[in-house]
């Protein structure tokens, strides 16, 4: 759940409109705690973990959930997706440096996975992406890469 301020804030700043796109967030799964997080990232063996780390009211996030909600169910054979708020868990902000509004991280068999998309930073996708089969595309190299156990 939002606490108060960040119900606030959302009509504040997004007003009636994000409702539909908070809603949007409801259908991918939210990891609470640190401690879920690890957890969702241990026991996958076989899929590709992917996180988005965000806020649900943000605009960039709110691009980047459409996409994964839209995505969820072509890649549910190889990945599995999960949304954490950083504020209300702020466990992995320092160590994966979580400072822009949208960060996507990838995970397989407990191993975070690097990824080169040519913007210098290996290490995570920290914009949004709109396009469905660009974001398949990238899952599957993920999921490859990370098969053979190689640096994409």
């Given at each position: 759940e939002m606490c108060i301020r960040d119900r606030w804030y959302q009509r504040r700043v997004h007003g009636d409109n994000s409702k539909l796109h908070r809603k949007m967030s409801y259908l991918l799964?939210?990891?609470?705690?640190?401690?879920?997080?690890?957890?969702?990232?241990?026991?996958?063996?076989?899929?590709?973990?992917?996180?988005?780390?965000?806020?649900?009211?943000?605009?960039q996030c709110m691009i980047m959930d459409e996409t994964l909600l839209k995505v969820a169910e072509d890649v549910k054979l190889f990945a599995v997706i999960y949304l954490v708020d950083i504020t209300e868990v702020p466990d992995f902000n320092t160590m994966y440096e979580l400072y822009d509004p949208v960060t996507v991280m990838f995970f397989f068999r407990n191993k975070h996975m690097m990824i080169d998309l040519g913007t210098g930073n290996n290490n995570k996708i920290n914009w949004p992406i709109s396009d469905k089969q660009e974001f398949i595309d990238i899952v599957e190299t993920v999921y490859k890469g990370a098969r053979k156990g190689t640096l994409l």
């Open positions: 799964p939210h990891l609470d705690s640190g401690w879920e997080v690890d957890q969702a990232i241990l026991s996958e063996e076989d899929r590709v973990v992917i996180i988005r780390f965000g806020h649900d009211y943000d605009p």
